[in-house]
């Protein structure tokens, strides 16, 4: 009896002592959902909804200067709050295949969650999450309503690294939110383990795509453009080589281009980067967004755009999207929506001289413009010689018998009289010529 009393304590003492050193390494509280209205404190600028299929996968490396209680994935559920997604927090080892090939710190799959709030891991004051390097997976999407799950994606951030489905995308941070033990640092994030990643064939061309050089000045401008389906948008119209778009007060005024109707479709491996010689009214926001159409992505839709701010400028700026962080991009490009901004309070006029496409953003920005060659122009139409005057109608008589016959399908007698009459008219000249002769004998 009491040698098993000894077993039994010795078990206890080392179930305390196991509980202890896991909760050392940072094993979560809870597993918790933050509302959405928390501001996103470890991400890149703007944002885009990024839906996940069934079958796919996102990865954030991530580096935290330091002790965390708190780190989440901002989610969109399409307003819903139906689907389910599985978070796993991995330590970091090596690169993030190795890291994800081992046992997870925590996992758990999150069903019916709230409409982008956080999804994430609670950690203790006792048992924070150690400053250091991390990966968080996002796995198995599901939703049977159809209308998806997924995050929010941003633009680059120094604190992280975005992987689709292993493969490390250079343009995208997710959007996180993270609470610091003791309060944030100053720069919240540690350094982080540089990715090996191949990123294959650039085009590495100076100069834009030749098939689809978009110039408003063009003699084939007003085709580049349609006012189909166009929202929140008023007038649109070519002056001086330039669109004028007038934004009225909405939320994502937008309106469709047209690639493929005019121009060449552009290859979307070959030339990711757009250029845009743009000019933004005063007071106009910053934030705009294209949703992009091609032969491999049928849009606008979820999935299939890139984010992107002006210049906070009244001249004449240009505008550089660069599609490459977007893994849908590809094919060829037929059409894309402007959502020339994200929201509008007021009424803007803004013109846009040429959208042009590169194979990288360094040939974009470098590129001079005035280099181009000038637009074909339009040819002078023929002069129309003047019309001889049309001589005055005058009054015909009512139709005879015969005549209402012919309209009815009858013989055309009005024919007849007229080769009868001619012939009357030969022989009376042969008449007046044979009478002359006879005069001169």
Known sequence: MKSKLIVIIAFIIASIMAVTMVSASGTPKEIVT?????????????NSAYPLNEGETVGIQFSLAADALYVGVGCPSWSNDIGELTVSLYAFDTDYATSVSKDPIVK????????NSYIGFEFTEAAP?????????LSDAFDESGSGVGLWSHKTYPGQFFYED?????????????????GTPEVPYGNLTPVKSDNGEVNTDPNPFEGALMRFSDPSAEFYYTEQDKFGIGDMYIEDGKLFVQVMPSHDPQFNILVSD?????????YPIMRIGLKKPEGAPTGAEIFFNT????????GGSVTFNYQDTTEWQDVIVDFSSNKNWKG????????ILQSSEDEFLFEIAYILFFGTEEAARNFDVSTLPEPTPTPEPTATPERTPTPEKTESPSPTETEKETEEGGQNTGMIIAIVGVSVLVVAGVAVVFIAKKKNS
């Open 34 to 46: 933050k509302d959405s209205e928390l501001e996103p404190n470890f991400s890149g600028e703007n």
């Open 108 to 115: 758990h799959t999150f069903v019916d969650y709230q409409d």
């Open 129 to 137: 999450l150690k400053a250091g390097e991390y990966v968080i997976e």
């Open 166 to 182: 292993g493969v490390y995308n250079k343009g995208l941070s997710a959007r996180m939110y993270v609470e610091f033990k003791g």
């Open 262 to 270: 005019m121009l060449e479709m552009v290859p979307c491996d070959q």
């Open 295 to 302: 032969t491999e992505f049928g849009g606008p839709a979820a």
């Open 332 to 339: 060829d490009l037929l059409s894309f929506r402007f959502d």
